[in-house]
C-alpha cells in the first residue's frame, strides 16, 4: 500500500512538473482564457465590435475570449492596464484611435502608441459630415459658400478632440471657415442636438447615424475618406468635392511590448482568419461598419500616420 | 389590418414569451443587487440576441430593460441599498416601512406603482408616439440646463427641516462630478495626477458605498442580537395595502406616470431624474409632507411609479428620430440595426406589421412584469428572515464584487469604501444622503446645459429667459425656491432630525 502511495505521488510530482513545464513552453499558446480589454464602455462602437469578435476569436484560438470594460479617462485607463499586466499574450487590448492616439497625444497619461505591438485592424470607419434633412445645403459647396458668406453664424457639433471633430477641423483649415464648435458628449446626444437645431452640421461615425440616414432624418454631404463608403454610396467622398481633407478611426487589437514573439503571430493568424470569414463580416456590416482588415504590420504604419498627423493639432 | 395581425402573430411566438421572461428574470436579479448594473447586462445580452428574431431579441432587452429599472428598489426596500441609481429616491421610504414591519405593503406598492407607471408608459408610446415627438426635439441646452435647475431645488424641499445640512451635503454632490475629465474640453481637471481619478468618481462605487457600507459600518457598533429583523410574512394584515393607503396613493402614482412619460421622451434625463422629480413632487404636493423619509407609503408609490414610466416612452425618440434617450436604448438600436429596422419615419410605413408587435410586446413584457414580480416578492422577502450580523457581511461581499466587476477597477473598491466612511459619519451628524446623490446626479446637466447654452447665444445670458420652456422651469425653480424658504422659516424650532 505504501508503495502505491509513493508510486502516486511520483506520478503527481512528475504531472505537476511536466504540467508547469508545458505551461511554460511558449508553443503552446494559448493555453488559458484571454482577456480582450475595450477601454470604453459597454454598449460603445468598440464593445459592440469586440463583442461581435471574442467568440469566433475564441474558436480560432481554441480558448475562450473574454471582454473586460476599462472605462475612463479618455480610453487611457484600459490602455494602461494592459500594459500593466504580464506580457504573456493573455492581455489583449481592443484599442481605437481614442485611446491609442488622441489621448496620449492630449494628456500626459504615461504611454504612446509605440508601446505597443500591432495584431491587425478590424475596421477603418467612415466619418460623415451630415446636416438636417431639411437643410438648405446639398453639397459641400453650398455648405462651404453658405458658411463663408455668415462667417461665426453657424454651429457645429463634435465630441472635442475625437476623430470626428479632429477631421472637421481640417475641412475648416482646408476651406477657411468660420464655424463654431458646440462640444458634444458622444454621437447620440450630438445626432439629437442636430436634429432639434442646436448645430447645424456634425461630423460623424458612419454608424453613429446610419439610422438618421436611412430613415431620412439627416442627410450626408461628404465623406472623409479616401473611397465612398460601400454602406452609402451616394455619398461623395470630399476629395471628389475638391476638398482634400481624410479622416477615419480605426479599431483593431494590440498587445503591449514585450510580448512574446509566438503569441503574437498566434493572435495575428487567429485575428486574420476571423477578419476574411464572410459570415464574420456581415454581422459586422450589419452593427458597425465594413470590416477593412489590414495585417499587423500596415496596422502599425496607420498607428504612426495618425500621430504624426494629429500631433500639431493636438500639442500645442 | 393584415399588419395588425402579422403583428400580433409575432407576439404569438413561445420564444418571445421564454425571452421576455428570460429577460425579465435577469433584468430584476441585476437590478436589485448592488453593484452590477442594467446596461451592461443589456450589452452582454445584445450579441445573444442577433441570432433570434427581431422581436424576440427585442423581447429579451426590453426585459432586462424594464426588469432592471424596477429592481432596484427590492433592495431599496429590504436593505436600504439601492440597486440602481432610479432606486435612490425610493430606499428613504422604503427601508423605513421596513424597519416598521411593513416589508410586503412595500414591495407590494413598489410593484404595483411600477406596473402602472408602466403601463401608462406603454400606452402613452403607443398612442401618441408620433405626436409626442416633437417634444423630445424641444429640449435643447437651454431647455436642459433650466430643467436641472428647477430639480435642483428639489434638495431645498427634501432639506426641510434639516435645511443647512440638506443643503452642504447637496453642494458635495454637485462639487464630487466635477472630478475626472472637463465634459466640454477633454481636459483632465481635479485629477491631481492620480491617473485613476481621470474618470472621475465613479457613480456606481458612489452609491454602494455611501448607502451599503455605511450601512455595514453601522451595523459593526450595534450588538448583533438587537439587530435581527424577524420574518414579514408578504399576506399578513398589517402588510396589505388598504383601500385609504390606495386613495394617497393614486393620484401619486397617476401624476408621477405623467411626469415619467415626459422624462422619458426627453433624450439624456434617464430615470433616476424623473424618480426624484416625481418625489419631490409628491412631497411638496404631500399633506404630510414630514412623513416623506419616514415610511410615505406615497413617497415610495411616487418614486417608483416615476422611474418605470420611462421605460415605454424612452423609445418614442428611439422610434420616430433614431435617437436614443440614453445608454440602455443606445444599445438597443443596435438590435434595431442588425436585422435591418431603421428607426425613423420610414420604420411605421414600410414595417407597420414590426411596429405592432413592438407595441404589443412592451404590453406583453409589462403584463408577465406583474406575474414574475409578485412571484419575485416572495422570494426576495425572506431577505427580512436573515439576521443583519449575517446580512450585511454578505452585502459587502456583493458590493465589492459588482462594484469590481462593472468597473473591473480595484480603485473604485477603495473609493466605495472611502465613500461608505463618509456616509457613515454623515448619518452620525445628521446629514441626509439623498440631496448628495441628487447634486451628483443633476450636476452634469446643469453644467454641460449652461456652458452649451452660452456657446449658443454667443455669451449673452437673454438666451434664458427668451426661450419660453426654459424660461418657465428657472421661473418654477425661483418659486419652489421661495416657497421652501418661506415654510423653513415659519418652521418652529427644534427640527427633527431625520434620514432621507
Redesign the interface.
Known sequence: MPKFRTMLRTVAAAAMVFGLAEAGAAQDYPSKPIQMIVTWNAGGSTDVLARLLAEPLGKELGVPVAVVNRAGGGGSLGTMAVLDAPKDGYTVLATSSGNHVLTPLKNDVGYTYDDFIPIGQLVAASILLVVREDSPWQTLDDLVADVKANPGKYNFGAVPSVMPHLTLQGLVDNAGLDLVLIPQQGGAPGATALLNGTIDLMPANAATVASNLKGGTMRGLAVFSEERDPAFPDIPTAAEQGYEVYGSPFVGLAVAKGTPDEAVETLSAALEAVANDPAFQEQVLKTASAITYLPAEEFGKVWARDWNNFKPMLQK | MDVLLTGLAAIADPMVLLMTVTGLVIGIVIGAIPGLNV??A???A??IT?SLTPVAGLAMLVGIYKGGTYGGSLSAILINVPGTPAAVATAADGSALTRQGKAGKALKMSLYASVIGELISDLALILFCVPIASL??????TEMFALGIFALTLVGVLSEGNMVKGLIAGTVGLLLANF??D??????RLTFGV??L???WAFIALVIGIFAVSEALAMAQQSLTTAKWGGVSLWSRENRIERAEWRQCAPAIGRSSLIGVLIGTI??LGSAVAAFLSYGLGRTLSRDPDAFGNGALDGLASAESGNNAVTGTTFV?LLT????GD??T??M??A?????L??????FQQNGDFIVAFFALMLLATALHFVIGLAGMSAFIQVTRVSKGVLFPIILLLAITGVYVT???VFDVYVMLGFGVLGYFMKVFGFPIAPLLIGFILSPLIE?GF??AM??S?GSYDIFFTRPIAAGFLGLALIVSLAVAWREWRRPAAPIEREI
Open positions: 446596461p451592461l443589456v450589452a452582454i445584445l450579441p442577433f423630445a426635439l424641444k429640449f435643447g441646452p475626472g475629465v465634459p466640454l474640453s477633454g481636459q483632465f491617473r485613476e481621470s474618470g472621475g433624450p439624456g425618440p428620430l433614431g435617437v436614443p445608454v440602455i443606445a444599445i438600436l443596435g434595431f440595426m442588425v436585422h435591418g431603421i428607426p425613423g419615419p420610414a420604420l468597473t473591473n477597477n454641460i456652458r452649451q456657446i449658443v454667443r
